[in-house]
């Protein structure tokens, strides 16, 4: 883990109207480096979810730096892979063609690439499905496969487990580290699953809401695969959970 | 579906129209229905078959199926592009739309005249008459196509950089194809219906002569096969669009009843 792979700073974000100013985000500053695997979890309306489609490119109203390798995010772009709460697939494509999206599947390079992230996926068989026919965990492996054959930069992940049951949740954790592991792609998860954000992060960014902004940032020096039931895990779950619990925000104090 | 439920649901499908006919049979051999007005199916089946024979039947199909042909073709694609435009671009429905929704109210009957007026008894006013049928059915459906496209799946081409051709062709297109093919199911009967008026109307040649020049000499068993004929290729061009709609369409996931 060397070099900064995206750099946050001083960003704040908030809606205007006649009489009030609402602060969605204020002065968020955070850094991800290259291979990291970051989680930011926080109660809903903390602006999660605004903060990830911010870093997208999605959303260019606000103030403040956005880098990504050095650059400017100006907008959204294959460098930052983005999933969906939803799989958002074609409903018309199969899977081979929904993870081609726009490439031919003709040209020899693109096939074998496909071919490379369905095995990555472990979708291999399921080719020539269409979305109605496979279940939601897998529609969210083909979406990942989707991004992750443009080579991203960082996969951005906006509860991308949360309409899946707990069984298949955990089983897409797992399908998760394991893709991380062979593609080091930078992560930013957001999430609401305490577990999901130990089971997976370096780090976990503790959020606050109205206003939004950075409670904790809480480094996970446990081995991987993590063990759920482990006395280490169950520690770093009263932590996480006390830092979301807390009412004043500079009790715990953080650098970045 | 498993042989045997097919032949059970073609057999059910078919009681009634055998029944019929055979009444009607029955009726007019028993001298109950006057033969020159209801021409028993097999005298009308006669004729039919003789005029199939004489080559009479497909000379004259062969010149109405031209006719709607070029007329949907024409009015179909015309409707389909200015029902894209519309869609994809608010100045273009701005421009468009208000004109062809006030056009789409005048009813076709009542501009035949003029048409006549202007364009003669050609096949120009014809072909005109059968275009303009054919055109609003896929300008609104098209148009709807693809304003019904799932504003969510922008986001995933805008995030993936799919160029303006590829949005359209790989999004937009794909999304609004239920609505084109029910257009194109529409326009084509359309079509049908515009072939029927214009030939009746006035013309040497095609069905809709055939069933007129039939008329005047009472020879209502051709009247008869003339009908037949208009409901067959109708309910033939629906059948090509439905199998057409399955295969395109068959990665719809939605209640078949």
Redesign the interface.
């Given at each position: 883990m060397a070099t900064t792979a995206l750099e946050i700073s001083h960003l704040n974000k908030s809606f205007r109207t006649a009489t009030t100013v609402t602060h969605v985000l204020e002065d968020i500053r955070l850094s991800l480096k290259q291979q990291e695997f970051v989680s930011i979890i926080g109660p809903s309306g903390c602006g999660k979810s605004t903060l990830l489609k911010i870093v997208?490119g999605?959303d260019a109203d606000y103030e403040g730096v956005v880098l990504l390798n050095g650059t400017d995010v100006t907008?959204?772009?294959?460098e930052?892979?983005?999933i969906?709460q939803?799989h958002?697939l074609?409903?018309?494509?199969t899977v081979e063609k929904n993870i081609a999206?726009?490439l031919s599947l003709k040209d020899p390079k693109v096939r074998s690439r496909v071919d490379e992230m369905i095995e990555l996926v472990r979708l291999q068989g399921f080719e020539k499905a269409?979305?109605?026919q496979i279940s939601g965990g897998m529609s969210q492996r083909v979406a990942i496969a989707?991004?992750l054959l443009?080579n991203p930069q960082v996969l951005l992940l906006d509860e991308p487990f949360g309409a899946l049951d707990a069984f298949t949740r955990n089983h897409m954790q797992e399908s998760l580290l394991e893709i991380w592991r062979q593609n080091q792609t930078s992560m930013l998860l957001v999430t609401h699953d305490i577990d999901e954000a130990i089971f997976l992060s370096n780090r976990i960014v503790v959020m606050d809401a109205k206003p939004g902004r950075i409670k904790a940032i809480i480094s996970v020096d446990l081995n991987y695969p993590r063990n759920r039931v482990g006395g280490a895990f169950q520690q770093l779950r009263t932590q996480v959970l006390s830092a979301l619990n807390h009412k004043e925000a500079d009790v715990v104090g953080y650098d970045i | 579906m498993p042989a045997k439920e097919r032949t059970k649901r073609l057999l059910l499908g078919l009681i009634i129209p055998i029944l019929v006919l055979a009444v009607w049979q029955v009726a007019v051999m028993a001298h109950l229905l006057s033969e020159n007005l209801f021409p028993p199916p097999t005298s009308i089946l006669q004729d039919f078959y003789e005029m199939l024979v004489s080559g009479e039947l497909t000379h004259h199909l062969g010149i109405s199926v031209m006719r709607a042909m070029i007329g949907f073709i024409v009015g179909g694609g015309l409707g389909l592009f200015f029902g894209l435009m519309s869609g994809l671009y608010k100045r273009a429905e701005e421009l468009v739309d208000p004109t062809v929704q006030m056009m789409r109210t005048v009813p076709l009957l009542a501009v035949t005249p003029l048409f006549i007026l202007w364009f003669g008894f050609g096949e120009l006013s014809k072909i005109l008459l059968i275009a303009m049928g054919a055109f609003f059915p896929l300008y609104v459906n098209a148009f709807l196509g693809v304003r019904n496209v799932d504003s969510?799946?922008f986001?995933?081409a805008?995030?993936?950089?799919?160029?303006r051709l590829?949005q359209l062709t790989?999004?937009v297109l794909?999304?609004a194809?239920p609505n084109i093919l029910l257009g194109v199911r529409l326009s084509l009967s359309t079509a049908w219906l515009c072939l029927v008026v214009a030939e009746l109307m006035g013309a040497d040649q095609g069905i809709g002569f055939l069933i007129q020049d039939a008329r005047s000499y009472m020879r209502t068993g051709v009247v008869f096969v003339g009908i037949i004929i208009f409901a067959l290729v109708g309910k033939l061009t629906d059948s090509l669009v439905r199998i057409l709609e399955a295969r395109l369409?068959?990665?719809?996931?939605s209640y078949r009843g």
């Open positions: 997208a999605l907008g959204p772009s294959k930052k892979g983005f969906f939803e958002r074609f409903p018309w494509a999206a726009d269409y979305p109605k989707r991004a443009r | 969510k799946l986001d995933v805008r995030v993936l950089e799919f160029s590829h790989k999004v794909p999304a194809m369409l068959q990665w719809r996931d």
